[in-house]
């Protein structure tokens, strides 16, 4: 069997890091042998325990302190990222040493955490290079997992740089991709937090120059579209009035409205493409991580079961069952905006159901017993809306 592997991409502070950590022990605890390869030189504290670590070979540090190189942080990522690749051959000859370790001995599963730095996945070629080298050295299937915070989302021009970073990424990697919203549980404080602060610059206002434009739907802050807007890209249009308010501040209108013309035509070019998507995950939520799981799998080709622990795991007979890769059908602006409250206190309450039964059972519940009784109940809700 092949090596598969997640390529984790985005933007500084999208969760790259935190994400490895949780579909790391999300994996093993459903019983595939997973590990995780650090491929940022400048990040020295890591969430997890990592097999391979970039910083064995070089760190940012060294670079920048190299008084004949006179780089900084920028300059000197690059130039470590092309250092690295002078050293591939010795980076996959660990990859390969730890393939002959793993069960069958011709397979693993690895999760590349890579820098964030989006130059190096949008307009340089070293990472593109790096990763066809181990496709054609070790038959490794990717697919890259591209997070992007939730947060670009309450400002109409940063959504749209964050989905044009998006698209160059694609078209420069050239492998199957996963497009991420993270961090999504933070969603609905962002929203109500800039909602109050146009409701806060429109008092002030209505103080100072008696400009009372109660109705103007536009400086309402929040978002001004479904969640589902924004997860299907489409209409992107719609976002350009919003461009001349997002910044708080009548001062700034002139800048946006100087810009609209380009910002529209940003807009109309990813539209064009017709590519983007995006699967909306938070990573302490196990229903958004098995459904993220499940695409990733279809996305890299992953043979279910072979590379499991004890053959046909939970996890095996759970996406069997739901259709290969089917999604629980969940209402994410409900979910996660509008009725967010009401669906975190239901699930507080099942898992407290779920601790008093294993505490009657005089049974352990641990971490690995909770992800099988999660997927468990993926696999119930997914045939129930099958049969609907």
Known sequence: MAPYGQV?????????????????????SIGRNSLIVNLDPANDR???????DIRDVITLEEIMNDQQLKLGPNGGLMHAMEVFEESIDYFIDQIRELIKLSIDGTSTYVIF???????????????KHIFEKLIKTLDFRLCVVSLIDSINLTVPSQ??????LTLRSMLQLDLPQINVISKIDLLKGYVDSDRMNKQQQQERRVRTIGDNDDDDEVESGGLPFKLQYYTEVDDLHYLIPYLETENNQRSHVWFNEKYAKLT?????LIEDFGLLSYNVLAIEDKT???????????????????????????????????????MEDIDIQERWIDEKEAWDKLEEEKHKELIEYYKQQNKPLDE?????????????????????
Request: charge should be negative.
């Open 288 to 326: 958004s991580m098995i459904n993220l799981l499940s695409l990733i799998d279809k996305a890299n080709g992953y043979c279910f079961g072979t590379n499991e622990l004890g053959g046909d795991s939970i996890w095996t007979d759970a996406v069997r069952q739901s259709g290969m890769g089917f």
């Open 264 to 268: 529209s035509a940003i807009a109309e």
């Open 159 to 164: 959504w749209i740089s964050s989905l044009l």
């Open 368 to 388: 690995d017993t909770e992800w099988e009784e999660a997927l468990r109940e993926w696999e119930r809700n997914n045939k129930r809306s099958l049969h609907k």
């Open 46 to 52: 890591l969430p997890y325990d990592c097999t391979l």
């Open 113 to 127: 955490d890579c820098p964030g730095q989006t130059e190096l996945f949008t307009n340089s070629p070293i990472f």
């Open 8 to 28: 984790v991409i985005g933007p500084p502070g999208a969760g790259k890091s935190t994400y490895c950590n949780g579909m790391n022990q999300f994996l093993n």
